[in-house]
């Protein structure tokens, strides 16, 4: 299979969004920042350039450990296939038109802390589902496969 995959390295600019599907699979969403940087010999210092933002996606046992797991500021490293998706937006400064906007997301299929930047504690995630301790079902959720019905928070900033 030709798919196109990524690893990204950044911090979560969101809290970890969990769902139940109504098929009964884990869903979890974030939105991740990841700013790239260089040395600059003449003044010594490392520069900030322009920051990509990514909405990631995760599925089933994954998703329940990125809920139980990652947080708001957190340092992460995110792999997985990049999937492309238009949603038509309103315009607000035109009433009744409305424009086409592409956003280019991750699903996950391996992520973590980036330990470069922090400590960790290894703990093993039990095994079997556990989804009913962290998110009840929730309808329109989408089933296995699907993609996910909306953009994470903040999606201007794409």
């Not at 991740?32 to 210092?45: P, V």
């Not at 046992?61 to 809920?67: E, Q, S």
């Not at 991750?106 to 960790?120: K, N, V, Y």
Request: proline residues 5%; charged residues 20%.
């Amino acid at each position: 299979m030709n798919e196109t995959t990524i690893t990204v390295f950044g911090n979560l600019v969101s809290d970890v969004e969990h769902r139940v599907t109504a098929r009964g699979d884990a869903l979890a969403r974030f939105r991740l920042a990841s700013t790239a940087s260089r040395y600059d010999r003449a003044s010594g210092r490392w520069l900030d350039g322009d920051t990509s933002f990514w909405n990631v996606t995760v599925w089933r046992r994954a998703a329940d450990n990125a809920a139980a797991s990652l947080a708001k500021g957190q340092p992460v490293v995110v792999h997985g296939r990049i999937k492309q998706r238009t949603v038509d937006r309103d315009v607000p400064s035109a009433p009744g038109v409305t424009m086409a906007v592409t956003f280019t997301d991750i699903e996950a299929s391996h992520f973590g802390l980036d330990l470069s930047r922090c400590r960790a504690q290894y703990e093993r995630a039990p095994i079997g589902p556990q989804t009913s301790e962290l998110a009840a079902p929730v309808a329109g959720a989408g089933t296995a496969g699907d993609e996910p019905a909306g953009p994470v928070a903040a999606d201007s900033a794409a």
